[in-house]
């Protein structure tokens, strides 16, 4: 009875966890990163992180990573925000970049986590991030989510 009691309480917990994370994920932001992604073949991960609409904190808003979506935004994701700095991570075989973007009245509102293949070098990794990025700052947060 107890192991019952126990495996009920598991999946209410997981399923709690799936319901508030996917309160913070937006759909139209999520088809267009899903969307953009596909044109880019070097990109292995793109997440969008702001604040969701009604919310007081940054999260994973849209991600072609099912894990990242809806969980809150990394240490390197508000770093990029605070300082307007790209971060550039060396990862095994990729390079994360994560770019600030979104500015309004001199701060940062939103960033992009963009990690590419590392066959791409180094340079060109960054350069397309800042690519994407623009894009996603003009095309998706330009339109849909200035707030």
Known sequence: ??????????????????????????????????????????????????IPKGGSSHY???????????TASDEEDLRAMATGEVIVLDEPGA???????????GKFHASAGITIDSKVGRDAAIAEAKMIAQAIDRDLLGMAMDH
Not at 60 to 70: D, E, M, Q, Y
Not at 96 to 104: A, C, F, N
């Open 1 to 50: 009875m107890h192991r019952n009691i126990s495996l009920a309480l598991l999946s209410l917990i997981a399923l709690l966890a799936t319901s508030c994370a996917s309160t913070h994920v937006d759909t139209q932001a999520q088809a267009f990163v899903e969307s953009l992604a596909k044109t880019h073949p070097n990109v292995t991960r793109l997440t969008v992180h702001a």
């Open 60 to 70: 994973a808003i849209a991600s072609t990573s099912a894990s990242k979506r809806g």
């Open 95 to 105: 390079i994360d970049v994560t770019v600030p973007i979104r500015e309004k009245n």
